[in-house]
Protein backbone atom coordinates (compact mmCIF):
# COMPACT_ATOMS: atom_id res chain seq x y z
CA UNK A 1 0.00 0.00 0.00
CA UNK A 2 1.35 3.22 -1.22
CA UNK A 3 1.28 5.15 2.55
CA UNK A 4 1.36 8.88 3.11
CA UNK A 5 5.46 8.88 3.94
CA UNK A 6 6.25 7.11 1.03
CA UNK A 7 4.33 9.59 -1.10
CA UNK A 8 6.40 12.08 0.63
CA UNK A 9 9.75 10.79 0.18
CA UNK A 10 8.80 10.59 -3.88
CA UNK A 11 7.93 14.04 -4.05
CA UNK A 12 11.56 14.69 -2.22
CA UNK A 13 13.11 12.26 -4.54
CA UNK A 14 11.30 13.73 -7.57
CA UNK A 15 13.22 17.49 -6.24
CA UNK A 16 16.24 16.41 -5.90
CA UNK A 17 16.14 14.67 -9.10
CA UNK A 18 14.82 18.56 -10.73
CA UNK A 19 17.71 20.03 -8.60
CA UNK A 20 20.54 17.38 -9.86
CA UNK A 21 19.34 18.29 -13.47
CA UNK A 22 19.26 22.19 -13.55
CA UNK A 23 22.47 23.47 -14.88
CA UNK A 24 25.00 24.39 -12.68
CA UNK A 25 25.34 28.02 -13.52
CA UNK A 26 21.85 28.64 -12.37
CA UNK A 27 23.52 28.56 -8.65
CA UNK A 28 27.39 29.86 -9.39
CA UNK A 29 28.38 32.21 -12.17
CA UNK A 30 31.17 30.52 -13.62
CA UNK A 31 34.60 33.17 -13.71
CA UNK A 32 35.72 34.25 -16.76
CA UNK A 33 38.62 36.86 -16.45
CA UNK A 34 38.80 38.13 -19.86
CA UNK A 35 35.41 38.21 -20.39
CA UNK A 36 34.46 40.24 -17.30
CA UNK A 37 33.03 43.76 -17.99
CA UNK A 38 32.49 45.42 -14.10
CA UNK A 39 34.01 45.18 -11.09
CA UNK A 40 34.26 47.42 -7.94
CA UNK A 41 37.75 47.58 -6.05
CA UNK A 42 39.21 48.82 -2.82
CA UNK A 43 43.41 48.66 -1.24
CA UNK A 44 45.90 50.58 0.21
CA UNK A 45 49.40 50.56 -0.47
CA UNK A 46 53.20 51.58 1.57
CA UNK A 47 55.70 53.32 -0.52
CA UNK A 48 59.18 54.93 0.10
CA UNK A 49 58.64 58.61 0.23
CA UNK A 50 60.97 61.22 -1.56
CA UNK A 51 59.32 64.18 0.81
CA UNK A 52 62.60 63.24 3.50
CA UNK A 53 62.76 66.79 4.87
CA UNK A 54 61.94 69.35 2.30
CA UNK A 55 58.89 70.66 3.93
CA UNK A 56 60.93 72.10 6.67
CA UNK A 57 64.70 71.89 6.58
CA UNK A 58 65.04 75.27 4.43
CA UNK A 59 62.40 76.94 7.29
CA UNK A 60 63.41 76.12 10.56
CA UNK A 61 65.80 78.70 10.53
CA UNK A 62 69.88 79.34 9.59
CA UNK A 63 72.22 76.76 11.16
CA UNK A 64 69.45 75.13 12.98
CA UNK A 65 69.47 70.84 12.08
CA UNK A 66 66.54 68.91 12.50
CA UNK A 67 66.67 65.29 13.43
CA UNK A 68 64.16 63.49 11.52
CA UNK A 69 62.77 62.59 8.09
CA UNK A 70 59.79 61.21 6.12
CA UNK A 71 60.23 57.92 4.49
CA UNK A 72 57.74 56.31 3.90
CA UNK A 73 53.72 57.04 2.60
CA UNK A 74 50.72 55.26 2.82
CA UNK A 75 47.55 55.30 0.66
CA UNK A 76 44.58 53.51 0.78
CA UNK A 77 42.42 53.70 -2.76
CA UNK A 78 38.41 52.71 -3.96
CA UNK A 79 36.97 53.04 -7.25
CA UNK A 80 35.42 51.03 -10.20
CA UNK A 81 37.13 49.19 -12.98
CA UNK A 82 35.35 48.90 -16.55
CA UNK A 83 37.10 46.37 -18.60
CA UNK A 84 37.10 44.57 -21.90
CA UNK A 85 39.57 42.13 -23.54
CA UNK A 86 42.01 44.54 -24.77
CA UNK A 87 42.14 47.12 -21.93
CA UNK A 88 40.79 47.80 -18.41
CA UNK A 89 39.90 51.51 -17.46
CA UNK A 90 40.44 52.30 -13.73
CA UNK A 91 38.29 55.35 -12.48
CA UNK A 92 38.77 56.38 -8.04
CA UNK A 93 39.93 58.36 -5.40
CA UNK A 94 43.12 57.53 -4.03
CA UNK A 95 44.23 59.22 -0.23
CA UNK A 96 47.58 59.67 0.07
CA UNK A 97 49.20 60.12 3.48
CA UNK A 98 53.43 60.91 4.57
CA UNK A 99 54.50 59.55 7.82
CA UNK A 100 53.60 62.22 10.37
CA UNK A 101 56.35 62.97 12.15
CA UNK A 102 56.10 64.18 16.23
CA UNK A 103 58.61 65.67 18.07
CA UNK A 104 60.73 66.28 15.72
CA UNK A 105 63.87 68.56 17.58
CA UNK A 106 65.42 71.44 15.67
CA UNK A 107 68.50 72.50 16.89
CA UNK A 108 71.56 75.05 16.77
CA UNK A 109 74.78 72.87 17.78
CA UNK A 110 73.34 71.41 21.54
CA UNK A 111 70.99 73.89 21.76
CA UNK A 112 67.27 73.21 21.13
CA UNK A 113 65.31 75.49 19.43
CA UNK A 114 61.91 73.95 19.06
CA UNK A 115 60.27 70.78 18.92
CA UNK A 116 57.52 70.65 15.80
CA UNK A 117 55.08 67.75 14.02
CA UNK A 118 54.71 67.94 10.55
CA UNK A 119 51.69 66.64 8.44
CA UNK A 120 51.47 66.19 5.16
CA UNK A 121 48.05 64.22 3.03
CA UNK A 122 46.58 64.24 -0.61
CA UNK A 123 43.09 63.51 -1.78
CA UNK A 124 43.57 62.44 -5.29
CA UNK A 125 40.74 61.49 -7.76
CA UNK A 126 42.45 59.94 -11.01
CA UNK A 127 41.87 57.12 -13.99
CA UNK A 128 44.45 54.72 -15.26
CA UNK A 129 44.16 52.59 -18.25
CA UNK A 130 45.70 48.77 -17.95
CA UNK A 131 46.88 46.80 -21.05
CA UNK A 132 47.23 42.92 -20.49
CA UNK A 133 50.57 41.68 -21.58
CA UNK A 134 49.68 38.30 -20.13
CA UNK A 135 46.68 36.81 -19.27
CA UNK A 136 44.19 33.63 -18.56
CA UNK A 137 40.85 32.55 -17.69
CA UNK A 138 41.87 33.41 -13.76
CA UNK A 139 44.57 35.74 -13.62
CA UNK A 140 46.58 38.24 -15.94
CA UNK A 141 49.45 40.85 -15.78
CA UNK A 142 49.06 44.19 -16.72
CA UNK A 143 51.25 47.02 -17.69
CA UNK A 144 49.60 50.22 -16.29
CA UNK A 145 49.57 54.02 -16.17
CA UNK A 146 47.56 57.00 -14.55
CA UNK A 147 46.85 60.77 -13.71
CA UNK A 148 44.90 62.93 -11.10
CA UNK A 149 44.53 66.31 -10.16
CA UNK A 150 45.93 66.10 -6.15
CA UNK A 151 44.38 68.42 -3.55
CA UNK A 152 47.56 68.64 -1.11
CA UNK A 153 47.27 69.61 2.80
CA UNK A 154 50.13 70.75 4.75
CA UNK A 155 50.32 71.41 8.42
CA UNK A 156 53.16 71.95 10.75
CA UNK A 157 53.22 72.53 14.52
CA UNK A 158 55.71 74.51 16.18
CA UNK A 159 56.99 74.56 19.82
CA UNK A 160 59.57 77.20 20.54
CA UNK A 161 61.94 76.70 23.52
CA UNK A 162 63.06 80.55 25.59
CA UNK A 163 66.50 79.53 23.64
CA UNK A 164 64.70 79.44 20.18
CA UNK A 165 62.29 82.62 20.97
CA UNK A 166 65.46 84.56 21.71
CA UNK A 167 67.80 83.74 18.69
CA UNK A 168 64.57 83.07 16.22
CA UNK A 169 62.88 85.75 17.33
CA UNK A 170 58.65 84.05 17.37
CA UNK A 171 56.84 82.15 19.75
CA UNK A 172 54.96 79.03 19.03
CA UNK A 173 52.95 78.78 15.84
CA UNK A 174 51.27 76.42 13.28
CA UNK A 175 51.58 76.64 9.44
CA UNK A 176 48.53 75.05 7.10
CA UNK A 177 48.99 75.05 3.84
CA UNK A 178 48.00 73.72 0.49
CA UNK A 179 48.10 72.99 -3.35
CA UNK A 180 46.98 71.36 -6.15
CA UNK A 181 49.15 69.64 -8.74
CA UNK A 182 49.05 67.11 -11.33
CA UNK A 183 49.95 63.56 -9.79
CA UNK A 184 50.95 60.54 -12.53
CA UNK A 185 52.33 56.92 -11.89
CA UNK A 186 53.57 53.95 -14.24
CA UNK A 187 52.75 50.24 -12.84
CA UNK A 188 53.13 46.92 -13.61
CA UNK A 189 50.16 44.59 -11.72
CA UNK A 190 49.62 41.54 -11.41
CA UNK A 191 45.42 39.83 -10.69
CA UNK A 192 44.32 36.65 -9.93
CA UNK A 193 40.94 35.16 -8.81
CA UNK A 194 41.00 34.59 -4.91
CA UNK A 195 37.19 33.41 -4.13
CA UNK A 196 33.97 33.30 -6.41
CA UNK A 197 33.95 36.70 -8.20
CA UNK A 198 36.59 38.40 -6.20
CA UNK A 199 40.60 38.93 -7.27
CA UNK A 200 43.24 40.20 -5.59
CA UNK A 201 45.85 42.33 -7.49
CA UNK A 202 49.33 43.27 -6.50
CA UNK A 203 50.45 46.41 -7.88
CA UNK A 204 54.23 47.88 -8.29
CA UNK A 205 54.85 51.07 -10.01
CA UNK A 206 56.49 54.73 -8.82
CA UNK A 207 54.20 57.79 -8.34
CA UNK A 208 55.29 60.94 -9.51
CA UNK A 209 53.85 64.02 -7.03
CA UNK A 210 55.93 67.22 -7.40
CA UNK A 211 54.42 70.58 -5.22
CA UNK A 212 56.54 73.65 -6.92
CA UNK A 213 54.77 75.75 -4.46
CA UNK A 214 52.11 75.91 -1.84
CA UNK A 215 49.71 78.65 -0.51
CA UNK A 216 49.11 79.20 3.00
CA UNK A 217 45.83 78.95 4.60
CA UNK A 218 46.73 80.37 7.85
CA UNK A 219 48.10 84.06 9.08
CA UNK A 220 51.06 83.40 11.06
CA UNK A 221 54.60 84.91 12.31
CA UNK A 222 56.53 81.56 11.38
CA UNK A 223 61.16 81.70 11.12
CA UNK A 224 60.69 82.89 7.78
CA UNK A 225 58.89 86.02 8.68
CA UNK A 226 55.30 87.13 8.80
CA UNK A 227 52.78 84.46 6.26
CA UNK A 228 49.66 85.91 5.05
CA UNK A 229 46.60 83.75 4.10
CA UNK A 230 46.19 83.11 1.14
CA UNK A 231 50.03 83.94 0.29
CA UNK A 232 53.15 81.86 -0.88
CA UNK A 233 54.63 79.57 1.54
CA UNK A 234 58.27 80.27 1.54
CA UNK A 235 61.56 79.39 2.79
CA UNK A 236 64.30 81.20 5.12
CA UNK A 237 65.79 82.37 1.94
CA UNK A 238 62.33 83.69 0.07
CA UNK A 239 61.91 81.19 -2.06
CA UNK A 240 58.80 79.13 -2.43
CA UNK A 241 58.30 75.93 0.05
CA UNK A 242 58.49 72.53 -2.28
CA UNK A 243 58.84 69.03 -2.17
CA UNK A 244 58.38 65.65 -4.03
CA UNK A 245 55.11 64.28 -2.29
CA UNK A 246 55.92 61.14 -4.80
CA UNK A 247 58.26 57.55 -4.59
CA UNK A 248 57.75 53.69 -5.26
CA UNK A 249 55.65 52.22 -3.99
CA UNK A 250 53.44 48.85 -3.43
CA UNK A 251 49.95 48.22 -3.66
CA UNK A 252 47.23 45.20 -2.43
CA UNK A 253 43.43 45.44 -3.86
CA UNK A 254 40.91 43.48 -4.15
CA UNK A 255 38.32 43.37 -7.11
CA UNK A 256 34.59 42.78 -7.13
CA UNK A 257 33.18 41.62 -10.32
CA UNK A 258 29.30 42.37 -10.98
Known amino acids: MFTRSAATRAVCLGILGLI ?3 PSSAWARKFDMPNERFATYFGGGYGVSNVSDHAFSMSSGAGVQTDQLVG ?12 SPRAQL ?17 RAGATPYFTMSSKISALVPKASIELPVWRRLES ?3 LGGGAGMASV ?7 MTSAGTAALGVGDY ?7 VLMWNAYLIGEMLFVDTTTVALEMGYRSLKLGSLTSQKATTAITGNQDSGGTLLNG ?5 AFDFGGAYVNLTFRFYL
Request: zero cysteines; charged letters at 20%.
Open 140 to 142: RIS
Open 90 to 106: RVGGEYLVAKALEGVTG
Open 174 to 180: IEKASAS
Open 20 to 22: GAL
Open 72 to 83: SNYSGEIGVVIA
Open 237 to 241: DGSAR
Open 153 to 159: SLEQSYA
